[in-house]
């Protein structure tokens, strides 16, 4: 595939004046977006024990009196930047977590998950439980094809190392344990999102040359992985400390320079999966099965030895020799005779 030459494009203000002013409707292709907490941001340190030293200043915190009416205003500009099908995901704490769902309710995007991001070193407390995880929620807009690329990571039949499980399924759960990245001594945010959390995002949610958009763009996390991956990028961010340091940061980053580390999922075996069922094809499987089982092969080894031959997999042909069989076999239209 021919490398495409993305072209960021970041700015130095406010995301919902910058949108109405800079993007058109329709525009954009994934948003992923990590906005003010609304809880005195400006002193998170005393509730994480962080050293602030490296920590640059200029944190730009949303009052809490005012934060239902600016998520209302940002996550509006949000939906009509989106192109139909697009994706938008937002990180959120719990405090604020209503005004955002509230927010989204007033649009016409449509959620697909509420996802949890757990991670490492919660806010430490000694009278409630620890708070240790984030709100990811997920929505897309109606109208147009969705990107969801649910085996870029793992193939359909890959196992674990103990060669139980599906490696798939794992990474598709709603619950993601990925630690925070911590970067001692080194010049950085308040707050920023970990490279993986954002390649996972970026590759279940875009296509290389999509463009990805980051309304608050912090460290220009978003934006630098986005880039890495050969997506386009642009963002707002409202902090001129923040904005000028990191865009100098950006002179780094080049196209898909994150593309080699990349894991290559495996091809999976199952040639006929998502393919619709034919009359003659059940009754096949229904009578190879019972000649496996008759052979003395337990159920499971069964399924195995069908999923190869078919190229379907194990919960498919569940359906059809058990719940279905019956209905099939005393089905005069199908011929079972001489089928092996």
């Not at 595939?1 to 130095?12: D, E, G, V």
């Not at 058109?24 to 941001?41: A, E, F, R, S």
């Not at 449509?110 to 984030?134: A, C, P, R």
């Not at 630690?179 to 999102?193: A, M, V």
Request: aromatic share 10%; with cysteine; hydrophobic share 35%.
């Amino acid at each position: 595939m021919t490398t495409p030459k993305p072209t960021p494009q970041f700015f130095n203000e406010d995301c919902i004046a910058g949108c109405r002013k800079r993007i058109g409707d329709d525009t954009v292709d994934l948003i992923v977006t990590d906005p003010p907490y609304g809880i005195d941001g400006g002193n998170l340190h005393k509730h994480y024990n962080r050293n602030e030293d490296f920590v640059l200043d200029g944190y730009v915190e949303v009052p809490a009196a005012e934060y239902a009416a600016f998520s209302r205003d940002w996550i509006a500009e949000a939906a009509r930047i989106l192109r139909p099908g697009g994706s938008l995901y937002i990180v959120s704490g719990y405090t604020h977590l209503c005004d955002i769902l509230n927010a989204l309710r007033e649009t016409k995007l449509k959620e697909v998950n509420h996802l949890i991001w757990k991670y490492n070193f919660g806010v430490w407390t000694q009278k409630k439980y620890i708070s240790s995880h984030y709100h990811l929620l997920y929505y897309v807009k109606p109208g147009g094809p969705v990107t969801f690329n649910a085996f870029d990571r793992f193939g359909a039949t890959e196992k674990g190392a103990d060669a139980t499980g599906s490696l798939n399924y794992q990474d598709r759960e709603d619950v993601w344990v990925i630690n925070r990245e911590y970067q001692p001594g080194k010049t950085k945010n308040k707050n920023q999102l970990p490279t993986q959390l954002l390649t996972k995002i970026i590759q279940y949610s875009s296509n290389e040359g999509d463009l990805v958009a980051d309304l608050f763009l912090g460290s220009f996390s978003t934006a630098k992985v986005a880039i890495g991956l050969n997506r386009r990028a642009m963002g707002f961010e409202k902090s001129k400390v923040a904005f000028t340091h990191q865009k100098r940061t950006m002179k780094k980053v080049q196209p898909g320079e994150l593309l080699a580390g990349l894991r290559a999922p495996e091809a999976s075996h199952l040639t006929n999966q998502r393919k619709a069922w034919t009359a003659t094809e059940k009754a096949k499987v229904i009578r190879r099965f019972k000649k496996l089982t008759k052979q003395g092969l337990k159920k499971k080894e069964a399924l195995d030895t069908l999923s190869s031959e078919f190229g379907r997999g194990t919960w498919s042909l569940l359906k059809i020799v058990g719940v279905k069989s019956r209905r099939i076999t005393t089905d005069k239209n199908i011929p079972l005779a001489g089928i092996a």
